[in-house]
């Protein structure tokens, strides 16, 4: 069974400041790996996924994360956030013989001006 | 082409009563997700479709929950006899293949149970 771990329910974080937001994951089989993002009273949107190849990922609005596969984790980060980067962001992992998504509780970001 | 479809997005019942929860997948898909998220939690799995054929609902309730993708038409999660502990948003999500690949999802129905 796979499992997602996002162990900060709230970052909060001041407008022009870097942010790392944490995943770490447990598999028995080869995983693929995600974030989404949530905006308030909406659905989710991809922000990035890893599938296989290099390990570190760009996604839309200048967020990357990277793969660790000895550290099975998948932290999401960006150099400088913005307000409108406020949103909850969820990690998810899918295996790869069709499985649904199992997402993180989620860490909702605060970008503070 | 238009992305994920769920109607209606607000619906309120009363105990007892029964909720049905639409979703259109985005065209050229056949793999239908639902999810549910209760306040201020993550999203959890309930079911996964495909035409005809329920493939996963390892996380559907024993009782009162339901769901088809009939070979025509939207999908549908059917709540039978509502309680208060039903009320949450619930997500739809499409893929054009197994789920391996990435999701897309809908605006959410948020069901409100009084």
């Known amino acids: 069974a796979q499992s997602v771990t996002q162990l900060d329910s709230q970052v909060p974080v001041f407008e022009e400041a870097p942010v790392e937001l944490r995943c770490n994951y447990s598999?028995?089989?080869?995983?693929?790996l995600f974030w989404y993002v949530q905006y308030p009273n909406q659905g989710l949107q991809l922000l990035l996924k890893?599938?296989?190849?290099?390990?570190l990922v760009k996604g839309i609005n200048g967020f990357e994360a990277e793969f660790n596969k000895s550290q099975t984790s998948f932290h999401l980060r960006k150099p400088s956030v913005h307000i409108s980067d406020t949103a909850e962001y969820f990690c998810?992992?899918?295996?790869?013989?069709?499985?649904?998504?199992?997402f993180g509780p989620g860490t909702r970001l605060s970008v503070l001006p | 082409n238009a992305g994920v479809m769920q109607n209606p997005r607000h619906l309120v019942r009363r105990r007892g009563q029964e909720a049905r929860l639409r979703c259109s997948p985005m065209?050229?898909?056949?793999?239908v997700y639902w999810y549910r998220q209760l306040p201020e939690e993550g999203l959890k799995f309930m079911v996964y479709?495909?035409?005809?054929?329920?493939?996963?609902e390892s996380g559907m309730p024993k009782e009162r929950f339901s769901a088809e993708f009939p070979k025509e038409g939207p999908s549908i999660l059917r709540i039978q006899q509502v309680v208060r502990g039903d009320s949450a948003a619930y997500f739809c999500?499409?893929?054009?293949?197994?789920?391996?690949?990435?999701?897309?999802f809908g605006p959410g129905t948020r069901l409100t149970v009084t």
């Open positions: 999500a499409s893929s054009p293949l197994a789920s391996r690949d990435e999701q897309y």
């Open positions: 598999s028995s089989v080869s995983v693929y």
């Open positions: 890893y599938l296989s190849g290099s390990t």
């Open positions: 998810a992992v899918s295996g790869n013989y069709g499985q649904n998504f199992v």
């Open positions: 065209k050229g898909h056949s793999h």
């Open positions: 479709l495909q035409k005809e054929n329920i493939i996963d």
